[in-house]
């Protein structure tokens, strides 16, 4: 089975991450992203001290890596969302809320250490699309 590395241009900034690392891939059917974080289109943290902000950031490169997939919000089967403090669930909530108005995915929320301090959200998405 095929596998496509999936990396929007919005997403292809450098230094970030130096690491080995793929915002996406999909194969038979499915997207899977990698966790995305509110990093903007020249790799920079927005929406520093906002939960909101950055989760409008995070689900916008999600929806990016979707579509390079040819999927779409619509298309997500599972969520899991990684916050810094849990008590910022409502404030992520109510933008997720935005972005999923109708059959929102299956989803789990922790409260995690993200990878820098600054990080309020991370998210991953799992999609399927007919093959």
Known sequence: M???TLVPPNLSFQPRPSYPYSPGAAAAGFVYTAGQVAWDHEGRLVGGGDV????RQVLSNIRSILAEAGATLDDVLKCNVYLADIRTFDAMNAVFAEFFPDKPPARTT???????????VEIEAIAFTQP
């Open 2 to 4: 095929p596998k496509t």
């Open 110 to 120: 922790v409260q995690a250490a993200l990878a820098e301090p600054e990080m309020l």
């Open 52 to 55: 909101a902000a950055q989760t």
